[in-house]
């Protein structure tokens, strides 16, 4: 990485920070259960055709256990391409859409984040910021994304996941985890 794009990364990410103490999210206390969600909302890398399929198998998977589904793909490109575009439950944005820091601006993004999702999915397998920057200020009730050391606070479940881990992969981890909490509180009530 170059040392411009480092001290990009760094202004960004304390921007951010700021952003968050300023918005601080108040998730509802009380139990994780799966079958209580009524809306999701999803995050994830567009750019990958493979990826995108897997998340809209995913979708179509949620939407049978009649969850209502807000989907925010990012494409690492300057311009979508020709044959996306936004349906009912997906909107997409590109690298023409966030500012210099990686801010991602349009009303689409700010009405995500301003979305009460009982839970948030976030995909971000690639640490893309406009990514970062969508789940760090969601509102949505309980937020699931890969583990960062330093974004702990940011999430309510994380997934150790590095880079190389896969779309697939990491819905498969988190599926097992919410399986398995949904397990733990149903043996504690």
């Known amino acids: 990485m170059s040392v411009f794009k480092n001290i990009m990364n760094f202004v960004a990410s304390r921007a ?5 103490q300023s918005n601080k999210r108040h998730p509802k206390p009380g139990k994780f259960k799966f079958d209580e969600i009524k809306t999701v909302g999803i995050l994830f890398d567009a750019t990958s055709a493979e990826d995108y399929e897997i998340v809209k198998r995913y979708v179509l ?6 969850k209502r589904v807000k989907v925010i793909g990012f494409f690492n490109t300057k311009n979508l391409p020709p044959m996306t575009y936004s349906k009912l439950e997906y909107d997409f944005f590109s690298t023409k859409d966030i500012n210099w820091l990686g801010k991602p601006s ?5 009405n995500f984040i301003d979305e009460d999702f009982d839970l948030l999915i976030d995909l971000n397998v690639h640490d893309h910021f406009p990514l970062k920057y969508i789940s760090a200020l969601s509102k949505a009730q309980f937020k699931v994304g890969k583990y960062s050391e330093n974004e702990t606070e940011r999430y309510d479940m994380m997934i150790d996941a590095d880079n190389t881990k896969t779309v697939k992969y990491f819905l498969r981890q988190i599926d097992i985890y919410i399986t398995m909490l949904n397990r733990v509180e149903a043996n504690l009530n």
Do not use: A, D, N, P
């Open 61 to 66: 998977y949620l939407r049978e256990h009649r």
């Open 106 to 110: 349009s009303t689409v993004i700010k």
């Open 16 to 20: 951010l920070k700021q952003e968050l």
